[in-house]
């Protein structure tokens, strides 16, 4: 069988009868990536749904988990995943900026470094310069070890998210399952999870992933979604001002997240169909 991971984009890319169709199945994560697959001729009734999952004993939700940056009394927001334009990177900063008076105590913390950018820019700072987007509410963290990151992501009041693609989006459900209100662009490969929890961001309509306006790490092959930024700037207000019932919330989603997606259960969901497979 053939496990296609991740997948960004509506279509495939390379020899697609060869590398994917000439298998006898084919386990995907999403149903996104499941209606994507048969829409480009794999046959239905081969193609399989076996989701990725999230590390139940590492991402949950713990009121008492500290960092240096969200230890001052500000609004914290936490932005994760390298500068790319398929990750909306520099719109959601620059929506953030938008939202927010200089006065109100809120900031956006972004780990958001990409040494493979190509744009000769070399540091997130560099490029946050370059596009206008310095500003002291802005905190760069370089990607951190990983017990920094699950203490920043648990003690951060709220996880932002904005692709234009996800093939499965492991930050967000990180967040999710920490019981921190995320938010996240209504499309794609996450909704699996996602859909019907936190704070979705609309969608206007589909764009070639080769009208990419700057750092690009993927192919350009079908489609992105577009999201609605002025929806993500009502979002992000929506959940500075409403943050205490949308914690409440989260953490209720948070128990549904680690039911549903722990890698107990997507491994027993796997041995279930390798059996049905082989009868």
């Known amino acids: 069988f053939f496990f296609s991971s991740r997948r960004r984009h509506t279509r495939y890319i390379g020899d697609w009868s060869s590398d994917v169709c000439s298998s006898d199945l084919l386990w995907v994560p999403s149903k996104w990536q499941r209606d994507c697959s048969i829409e480009q001729g794999y046959p239905a009734d081969r193609v399989f749904v076996i989701p990725e999952g999230v590390d139940t004993q590492v991402f949950y939700p713990n009121p008492h988990a500290t960092h240096p940056l969200t230890g001052d009394g500000r609004f914290k927001f936490f932005l994760a995943g390298r500068w ?25 913390i972004v780990s ?60 967000l459900i990180e967040a999710m399952a920490c019981g921190v209100p995320a938010i996240y662009s209504d499309c794609s490969g996450q909704l699996e999870f996602a859909q019907g929890r936190g704070l979705p961001v609309k969608i206007v309509g589909e764009k070639s992933a080769a009208h990419s306006e700057y750092n690009h790490f993927n192919s350009f092959a079908g489609n992105y979604y577009e999201p609605d930024f002025e929806d993500l700037g009502r979002a992000m207000r929506e959940a ?36 049905r497979a082989h009868v």
Do not use: M
């Not at 990177?89 to 105590?105: N, R, V």
């Not at 107990?264 to 059996?275: E, F, K, M, P, T």
């Open 84 to 108: 790319d334009y398929r990750k909306s990177t520099k719109e959601i900063i620059e929506c953030f900026l938008k939202t927010f008076d200089p006065a109100e105590p809120v900031d956006l």
């Open 112 to 171: 958001i470094d990409n040494p493979f950018s190509g744009d000769g820019l070399e540091t997130t700072e560099n490029r946050l310069t370059h596009y206008g987007l310095a500003d002291e509410r802005i905190k760069v963290v370089h990607f951190p070890a990983r017990e920094e990151y699950v203490n920043l992501l648990k003690s951060s009041q709220v996880f932002v998210s904005c692709a234009r693609s996800e093939g499965w989006n492991l930050p």
């Open 240 to 275: 500075y001002q409403n943050h205490e019932t949308l914690r409440k919330k989260a953490l209720t989603e948070a128990a549904q997240i680690h039911e549903k997606f722990n890698w107990n259960r997507v491994a027993d969901l796997a041995v279930q169909q390798i059996g």
